[in-house]
């Protein structure tokens, strides 16, 4: 898991920055000014997380960490990137508003993934 969670962690920071620079550019003049701020939350959102995804694959390197914790936490961090940041660029980019009650779940994941972490924070030896 080790090796797929930095992976991911590289993929998904990249494009980060990427959904980030086409908010900047390619999309100021054909969206509105509410839905590029919508766009650059997910893309902030993602490149915590991706962050997060980092550190996690960085410490199932050690042995005295929890392993299956956090496995849980990289999974949540992907699946709440995913949920997440997901429903932001896609309702930014086609407006419909539906897509708005998807993003909570993806927060949820978050919470999820930022709890697993405390928790194999503290079995650390």
């Known amino acids: 898991m080790t090796r797929i969670f930095l992976f991911i962690a590289a993929l998904l920071g990249g494009f980060s920055v990427a959904a980030g620079a086409f908010a900047a550019h ?3 003049e054909k969206l509105g000014e509410r839905a590029i701020e ?24 050690r042995t005295e960490v929890a392993q299956p914790t956090l496995i849980a ?36 994941a978050f919470i999820v993934g930022w709890g697993c972490l405390a928790i194999a924070a503290w079995s650390f030896k």
């Open 38 to 61: 919508i766009f650059e939350t997910g893309a902030r959102y993602q490149i915590y997380h991706s962050l997060a995804l980092l550190m996690v694959g960085l410490l199932l390197t």
């Open 26 to 28: 390619a999309l100021k």
């Open 73 to 108: 936490a990289g999974l949540a961090f992907i699946i709440g990137i995913a949920l997440f940041s997901g429903s932001l660029y896609a309702l930014s980019l086609s407006g419909i508003k539906a897509l708005g009650a998807i993003t909570p779940f993806g927060g949820v």
